[in-house]
């Protein structure tokens, strides 16, 4: 029996195992995490000796493998009780110094990812005073500081970054900008290639990021919400945690977890890789009971480098539920939803203290120097206001100028250049006489043609059909099946045309790329978006730009002048709009504020351009990314839409909807779509509709920063008009400009717009009859717009309207045969009000 009774332990034991394993859940004990890098070099620059730093072991400068390419070897060093106080102390004692351009070189026993971390202290040495030295650091493929200066001369300074390393050396250079360069200590460490995702969420417009497998990444920050600081011999990829205290901006609302229980993982999610369990066994908690009503989310803000990308992860674990499905929240980066309505129980197949992280990505467009990142409560029936965080990381992505920026020549290459040259000088001096002779020939043929060279469209096995061309400046246009497909710029025109992509002349950065301004030969002023080239999504943005910009002409739609695509390149050119964004306008800049004549024309110019989207082509045409960042100004103030790379064409007239993941921007996204991702012309109108509540109050339409309830800005401005006193939360420099009826009427097509289900909104066509009439509310006596002589002058209307609708049989006919878009031969033209708005109601149809 007692024999039959071991068998039986042992076959339960076997058997919870079995169901622990196929739930995916493993426990930090049977989780032996004891990673070994297949590289792992720590480096004492400047010491003659090796020193132990918290249970790690700093070889001296020079140890072998390591090898070290210096025109003067100055190992310099200062006294103990200058660096006492500073975490790593003996790290800052020494250092070496480099007069020249110099490197050192590590052997890559495995190619993978690899923390590459450097530790900078200016000290003064004899006659050297590091705090002046101003030098750059870089790689064979990237450039990790370009003209570095220790910004505090007291304290000293620590980078890390995270390189994909595909080569067997890695080299660090050293290149003095005025004389010196220094360093005081390398680490060169393998850590998991799992450990960075290739794919993400970006947060702005809502859409997958792909390709972070192989991005360069800086850490900026490190936090452990929560818990204390976590030091490097208590990580076993020997990270620092910081403390979040320092960066809450309303401790009130907090309160701090501590877990005492095991930490589990899932296969294939985070492990004790990811973050160390103390960072999972911690976190900040939204504290319900310490504000009055439980209306405000808690904000922590970091001071950040405007103009980069950032990867942001989160670490969450469930250490605050008694049950599973209990806990419901919100998460935000910069303002946009980073998860909505996020549920820790699915997230961790149904277990509690369970590790997850999240990864998003807020691109350069919508980084400013301060971010913020906010936890807030769920907006569900019934789900209780909570929310927790316990763990952040910010990782500055490899674009742009500065930090981790990739090298298109890196320093190695300069110098493989230079020995090329020098060999075969004579053959290049050739080269350079033939290179002038051509483009002397050029030059004449350009000045004959006063402008740029045209080629056929192109691109990826997207092909026009010469049909025919004309000429203007010596520029060719040719057509295909579908009418223009547009004009082709040589890479260098457009090079010339943005003094050769000047930083000084972006004017707008996005998710696709920088936009330059720029001015072309003839002296037209240009938009010029120039795009990643490795980007997937981006060469799906491109394509789709083209194909529906090159055979759309409108006046209220953003005029695609030409593309290029040289070199790998991605630059679509548009025409200037010099007012820039309706947001711009609105709010968060110094442009001139806009009257409410103003917003309501820009209002009816934008409806013009999505009502001609949807109805001027045989399938309609959903944009599906309106905001008012996508609402350009011309120098008149005429708006126009712009950015169709998200656009999809209608479903079929047999269907209701096109079935597709769901891409825009979080504020103004469709319920209803984001739900059950069907896309109609109707989720255009809701975003829409958000942007005319937007145009209205002046704010954003999500800024996690204030009260709960007025988070969200559609659904707090549908509170107030839905008891009749939208008045109180309008933009205060209109509040007493704006006639009643023209706000009740503009109010009531709000509500339309914002409707729950896509069946109840107005079409945009219906939103732009609206429209028109709020303007003549606005501008005309009470007794001009009544409701009784409306319904009198219908009879005298019939006429007029018919002219209109062969204006618009006229101007449809065009569009599909690729027709010009000069003014008299657009829709838009037509004055709606003169027409429609008499049939109108005030209270609605």
Not at 12 to 35: K, N, P, T
Not at 214 to 227: A, F, H, K
Not at 297 to 315: C, K
Not at 384 to 403: R, T
């Amino acid at each position: 029996m007692p024999g039959r009774r071991r068998k039986l332990q042992v076959a339960a034991l076997l058997l919870l195992f079995c169901v622990c394993s196929s739930a995916g859940i493993i426990c930090r004990a049977q989780l032996v995490d004891q990673f070994k890098p297949a590289d792992s070099y720590l480096v004492n620059c400047g010491s003659a000796k090796g020193t132990t730093v918290s249970e790690r072991n700093f070889a001296a400068d020079g140890a072998a493998p390591l090898t070290v390419s210096t025109p003067q070897e100055i190992l310099a060093g200062t006294s103990a009780n200058g660096v006492s106080s500073f975490d790593n102390s003996a790290l800052y004692q020494t250092a070496r110094i480099f007069t020249g351009p110099s490197s050192y070189t590590f052997p890559i026993n495995k190619q993978g990812r690899h923390f590459v971390r450097l530790y900078f202290f200016p000290f003064i040495y004899q006659s050297y005073d590091l705090s002046t030295a101003k030098f750059t650091v870089s790689t064979q493929d990237v450039l990790l500081l370009s003209d570095f200066q220790q910004p505090d001369k007291t304290a000293p300074l620590f980078k890390e970054y995270s390189l994909n390393i595909t080569r067997d050396q890695l080299i660090i250079s050293f290149k003095p900008s005025n004389g010196i360069a220094f360093v005081n200590a390398i680490e060169v460490v393998s850590v998991p290639d799992d450990l960075i995702a290739d794919v993400a969420q970006m947060v702005n417009p809502v859409q997958q990021y792909s390709g972070l497998s192989t991005q360069s990444l800086e850490t900026v920050y490190r936090v452990n919400m929560g818990g204390p600081k976590v030091t490097p011999n208590n990580d076993t990829l020997s990270r620092t945690w910081l403390n979040d205290q320092k960066f809450i901006m309303n401790p009130s609302v907090t309160k701090k977890v501590v877990y005492g229980k095991t930490i589990k993982y899932k296969n294939g999610g985070a492990s004790s890789l990811t973050a160390p369990d103390v960072v999972y066994s911690t976190a900040t908690e939204l504290a319900a009971s310490n504000t009055s009503n439980a209306l405000f989310n808690m904000t922590w803000q970091f001071d950040v480098d405007a103009g980069f990308s950032y990867l942001i992860r989160f670490h969450f674990c469930d250490i605050v539920s008694k049950a599973l499905n209990q806990l419901y929240f919100n998460a935000y980066v910069g303002g946009f939803f980073a998860q909505h309505d996020l549920d820790l129980s699915e997230q961790s197949m149904n277990q509690l203290a369970t590790a997850i992280y999240v990864d998003v990505v807020l691109s350069s467009n919508d980084a400013s120097s301060k971010l913020s990142i906010s936890i807030g409560p769920s907006t569900l029936n019934n789900a209780f206001p909570d929310g927790i965080l316990n763990g952040l990381e910010v990782m500055k992505m490899g674009s742009g100028s500065g930090s981790a920026f990739t090298v298109g020549s890196s320093g190695s290459k300069k110098i493989l250049a230079v020995i090329i040259g020098s060999v075969i000088g004579v053959i290049g001096l050739l080269v350079i006489v033939l290179l002038l002779v051509l483009l002397c020939r050029r030059k004449k043929t350009d000045d004959k043609q006063h402008s740029k060279t045209w080629m056929p469209f192109s691109i990826n096995g997207l092909t026009s059909l010469s049909t025919g061309s004309r000429t203007s400046y010596g520029t060719t246009l040719t057509s295909g099946l579908n009418g223009s497909l547009g004009y082709r710029f040589a890479f260098n025109v457009l090079q010339e045309a943005t003094n050769n992509f000047d930083e000084n002349w972006v004017i707008g950065v996005g998710g696709f790329g920088k936009v330059y301004k720029g001015v072309l030969r003839d002296d037209t002023k240009v938009a010029v978006k120039r795009g990643n080239p490795k980007s997937q999504q981006g060469l799906n943005e491109f394509r789709t730009e083209i194909e529906l910009l090159s055979r759309l002409r409108h006046r209220h739609l953003v005029s695609l002048i030409g593309y290029c695509d040289e070199r790998n390149e991605m630059i679509l050119v548009y025409e200037y709009m010099e007012n820039g964004t309706v947001k711009s306008h609105l709010y968060g800049s110094d442009n001139p504020s806009l009257n409410w004549k103003q917003r309501l024309e820009i209002c009816i110019g934008a409806a013009r351009g999505l009502h001609y989207l949807h109805t001027g082509s045989a399938k309609a045409i959903i944009h599906r990314d309106v905001k008012s960042a996508n609402i350009l100004l011309d120098e008149n103030f005429l708006a126009k839409v712009a950015d169709f790379g998200l656009s999809k064409t209608g479903p079929e007239l047999d269907q209701t909807h096109v079935s597709t993941a769901v891409k825009g921007s979080f504020g103004y996204l469709d319920p209803e779509y984001f739900r059950r991702q069907q896309l109609t012309e109707k989720s255009d109108v809701y975003s829409f509709g958000v942007v005319m509540l937007e145009v209205l109050c002046a704010r954003p339409v999500i800024d996690p920063t204030l009260p709960r309830e007025m988070v969200n800005l559609a659904e707090w401005g549908m509170k107030w008009q839905k008891r009749g006193e939208l008045h109180q939360i309008v933009d205060q420099r209109l509040s007493s400009t704006i006639r009643p009826d023209s706000l009740r009427k503009f109010g009531e097509t709000v509500e339309k717009c914002l409707a729950d289900y896509g069946v109840e909104r107005p079409s945009m066509g219906d939103v732009l009859w609206n429209l028109e009439y709020v303007l003549q509310l606005q501008d005309a006596d009470s007794s001009t717009v009544s409701d009784v002589n409306s319904m009198n002058r219908i009879v005298d209307l019939s006429s007029q309207v018919q002219h209109v609708g062969a204006l618009e049989s006229i101007s449809m006919t065009m569009a599909e045969a690729g027709a010009s878009h000069e003014p008299d031969h657009d829709l838009s033209d037509v004055s709606m009000s003169r027409v429609f708005s008499q049939l109108i109601k005030a209270e609605g149809r």
